[in-house]
């Protein structure tokens, strides 16, 4: 046997039994790491510039102007600091919009898992009719949301929805629609807004479903597992990662919606369906008020990256050491 050897550093003496790096050192006994990465840099670097244009700026200039008394957007400002935020921090009708965005946002969270979940595990299985249903079960997904907004009134509509007349036929009457009764019109819309966005959430789950190796399975039928068994000890846990993305992206996604409450309630009734997104709107296009925008904003959006920071803490799956 023939032994390595190699220089020490800086002396030039060979130590016998080490292993020849190959690679000089540079003058200061230290790598450039960077350089192997000026490839990686130069490709990554124009979508950094892109996101900068469209996320930073937009960010910053929401900043400026929350320290600023503007009301229409682009009309003369001055320059007030802080006074918007301590008449922010100090408006009641704020701070209940976040309150609904919350209950908004748990509850499509909690509604559009679930049949997200269900969906997948259907449409997962090997009947014809489950093969059938991944392709019309995208359906809710595609229409669009001022058509989903349309359909939904259509369905609850006292005079002439089916909704009423079905429940007129079983015995109970006088339904009217939900979205005009303020006890009701938050749950009715979690949960046409979960019908419009579950697909989603079931394909991505679906494909998650499929990269699980069906050896497992076949291994914990064998061990004589039951199928609530199977799924809590093994489709559960090997989702966890995939769950986790998507209750972050979509928690996000659900805060940030404006589209669906606004064509169907404008925030009622009694501002019942106020959330903190439709609450903005109003302050910058109703009321004419966009440094107050602004600010509610800003302050929205460090509740949010509180959050999800949380959730992120909190939630992320562990990792298999």
């Known amino acids: 046997m023939t032994s ?19 690679r000089p050192a540079t003058a200061s006994g230290r790598r450039r790491p960077w350089r192997t990465h000026l490839l990686g840099y130069g490709l990554v670097a124009p979508l950094v510039l892109v996101m900068l244009g469209v996320i930073g700026y937009p960010l910053l200039n929401t ?13 003369a400002s001055t320059f007030v600091g802080l006074d918007n935020y301590t008449r922010a921090f100090g408006d009641g009708a704020f701070w209940a919009s976040i309150g609904r965005s919350a209950i908004w946002l748990l509850g499509n969270l909690v509604v559009q898992t679930i049949i997200a979940f269900g969906t997948a595990l259907l449409i997962g299985r090997n009947g014809r ?13 595609v229409i669009p949301t001022v058509a989903v907004a349309v359909i939904w009134q259509w369905l609850s509509n006292s005079n002439y929805g089916i909704v009423p007349k079905l429940g007129a036929a079983v015995g109970v009457d006088g339904l009217g629609s939900p979205f005009g009764d303020s006890a009701l019109a938050m749950p009715a819309l979690i949960l046409m807004n979960s ?14 479903l499929r990269t699980i190796p069906g050896e497992i399975y076949e ?18 846990p090997l989702l966890q990662p995939v769950l986790f993305a998507l209750g972050l992206v979509g928690s996000l996604w659900s805060f940030n919606i404006v589209d669906s409450i606004y064509l169907v309630t404008k925030g009622g009734p009694a501002d019942a369906t106020t959330t903190a997104p439709v ?6 296009f109703n009321q004419f008020q966009a440094s107050d925008a602004a600010t509610v904003s800003v302050i929205t959006i460090i509740l949010l990256a509180a959050v999800a920071f949380f959730y992120i803490r909190v939630a992320k799956p562990k990792e298999d050491a």
């Open 4 to 22: 390595r050897s190699a220089a020490a550093p800086g002396t030039g003496e060979v130590v016998p039994g080490t292993r020849p790096t190959g």
């Open 279 to 284: 609450f903005i709107y109003g302050k910058a």
């Open 195 to 208: 019908w419009h966005w579950f697909p989603l959430g079931a394909v991505v789950i679906f494909g998650a």
């Open 63 to 75: 900043v400026l102007l929350s320290l600023q008394n503007q009301g229409v957007v682009g009309s």
């Open 219 to 236: 291994a914990a039928r064998v061990d004589g597992a039951d199928s609530w068994r199977i799924f809590w000890r093994i489709t559960f």
């Open 129 to 141: 009719w489950a093969r059938a249903s991944r392709t019309w079960v995208l359906i809710p997904w």
